[in-house]
């Protein structure tokens, strides 16, 4: 029964964790997650990430992350002032060792407007299925002991049952992005940046779980803004970040500065040499956690690692170690020419 009752409490801690959206440090890697307006919104025809993040390892069983995304634009040759943006995606999040998780698949689609060379605005929907799961695998209990021995073949004695439930769940968002180009081939001044938000469960789905109900998910209001700053005549440019969310009685603010060097530039006519960069800097969740960060770019494949330090008051448990964060990106360069493919009002 003692095991039971820690059982119950350490699912409940989970539930409380997960009754909050997956987020991610490097949020702008899955930009689709955090903004469905940002589906297509890129410099390329197609877009695909892997993702993966582990948290608190130290004390237990790890919170795991697993994400995967897939975007691109249609109808970029064909519409002079826009396009049609479409996404495909799904993550799972696993935690503690009854695995209790979240398995959601998303469908994504933006409409992009260009409002001149330099700027574009757009909307997005995103429609989700999700379900809930949990698995009494690897509990122990104390009628499995018999007082020097464990015994995993023998009976529980316990009542433990879980049916696993599913919802669906829309969200919706918008988002404005500007760019400008070099002035002069040499000058390395480019300059980007987006803005959007975001609104999440709008209709705030309901879901049940044996131990208790779980109220209705709170909405999730997101604010997001990113940058990328060339510095004139210099291989050296910077990327600014910020992202705030709020939902029910959570609130996160997470600011992001990285230096970017470009080691090799790409070949203007020819093609033959790739561009390589890297970047390195720090992302910082006000309250919560200094998170290094390290990116490798060569042509269209981007690699990315941050590692989480923990500043709240979990430190004390974690010994200030919160847990990696990885992804790979990968955008196919644009094989077509015209304002659909070539607007400055897009983002890498």
């Not at 480019?190 to 609104?199: I, L, P, Y």
């Not at 309250?287 to 989480?308: H, K, N, Q, R, W």
Request: with cysteine.
């Amino acid at each position: 029964m003692k095991r039971l009752l820690f059982t119950l409490l350490s699912t409940s801690f989970c539930i409380n964790l997960m009754a909050q959206d997956v987020h991610f440090t490097m949020y702008d890697a899955m930009i689709v997650t955090t903004n469905p307006a940002s589906t297509g919104v890129y410099n390329g025809d197609f877009r695909g990430v892997l993702n993966y993040r582990s948290q608190w390892g130290s004390i237990g069983n790890p919170y795991k992350t697993y994400s995967v995304m897939i975007d691109g634009g249609l109808m970029k040759s064909k519409w002079k002032n826009g396009y049609i943006g479409i996404g495909l995606g799904a993550y799972k999040d696993v935690a503690g060792e009854t695995k209790f998780g979240t398995t959601k698949l998303n469908f994504a689609i933006s409409s992009v407007l260009f409002l001149d060379d330099y700027n574009s605005a757009s909307i997005g929907f995103l429609a989700s299925w999700a379900q809930n799961s949990i698995s009494d695998e690897n509990l122990r209990w104390d009628n499995q002991f018999d007082g020097q021995t464990y015994d995993p073949t023998a009976p529980s004695l316990e009542s433990f049952q879980f049916e696993n439930s599913s919802y669906v769940d829309f969200s919706a968002g918008g988002m404005w992005a500007y760019g400008k180009g070099t002035k002069t081939l040499s000058s390395m001044d480019n300059f980007t940046m987006q803005a959007g938000f975001s609104f999440y469960h709008v209709t705030r789905p309901s879901r049940q779980i044996e131990f208790g109900d779980l109220d209705r998910l709170y909405s999730r209001l997101a604010l997001h803004t990113e940058s990328f700053i060339g510095l004139y005549n210099s291989k050296w440019g910077v990327k600014p970040k910020l992202f705030v969310y709020m939902q029910g009685p959570a609130r996160e603010i997470s600011t992001g500065i990285l230096a970017r060097y470009m080691i090799k530039e790409e070949s203007k006519y020819t093609g033959m040499f790739k561009e390589m960069a890297v970047s390195f800097g720090t992302y910082y969740r006000f309250g919560d956690a200094f998170a290094p960060s390290v990116e490798f770019e060569l042509s269209g494949l981007a690699i990315g690692f941050s590692y989480d330090m923990n500043i709240s008051k979990l430190s004390s448990a974690t010994g200030g170690s919160g847990g990696p964060e990885m992804y790979i990106k990968y955008v196919a360069a644009s094989f077509g020419y015209g304002r659909g493919t070539r607007s400055n009002a897009r983002f890498n």
